[in-house]
């Protein structure tokens, strides 16, 4: 499959922190990707931040490509645009163990008062990015607390298939 810029690439990766947030989001995906051609991506990396990186990173991973239904050049590149402006912004690794603990806390039947998924990771900084050019996941769920899941199974996207078959 060839690769588009604006792809959404949805990653199921083989490390123990990607099989963490499938567990605590009860998804297929765990990280989320944003393609900008020339083989290089944006993405959010733990400790890092928000970054480009080269494609080849994901190799080992499964990846599966998605296009946002009905974007035209003009939003796509809009939307690379502004992920570009958000290099080098923070992304908070402790944001991790919330996910962990709400997780833990509702298998034992007791309440806790954060929603796993309210997190400034991956997927929000992509469904944030999309929903200011007037693209929305999901109409239930803000932007904030968007999982990898919540992007890869959206109907305004067309999942295309795997990028390394």
């Given at each position: 499959m060839k690769l588009r810029k604006g792809d959404i690439l949805c990653v199921r990766s083989r490390h123990i922190v990607g099989w963490f947030i499938r567990w605590a989001t009860k998804g297929k995906v765990d990280h989320i990707a944003h393609y900008l051609g020339r083989n290089l991506i944006i993405e959010t990396r733990f400790g890092t931040g928000v970054v480009i990186t080269q494609l080849d990173t994901l190799k080992k991973c499964k990846v599966y490509i998605a296009r946002v239904k009905k974007a035209t050049k003009k939003d796509i590149e809009t939307v690379s645009e502004w992920l570009y402006e958000q290099v080098g912004e923070r992304y908070d690794g402790i944001q991790i163990l919330?996910?962990?603990?709400?997780?833990?806390?509702?298998?034992?039947?007791?309440?806790?008062?954060?929603?796993?998924?309210?997190?400034?990771?991956?997927?929000?900084?992509?469904?944030?990015a999309w929903t200011r050019q007037g693209f929305d996941f999901n109409e239930y769920i803000h932007t904030n607390n968007m999982s990898p899941n919540d992007i890869y199974t959206s109907k305004i996207v067309d999942i295309k298939g795997e990028l390394y078959e």
């Open positions: 919330t996910m962990l603990w709400h997780r833990i806390a509702n298998t034992l039947h007791r309440r806790t008062y954060a929603d796993p998924r309210d997190l400034d990771v991956c997927s929000s900084l992509l469904a944030e």
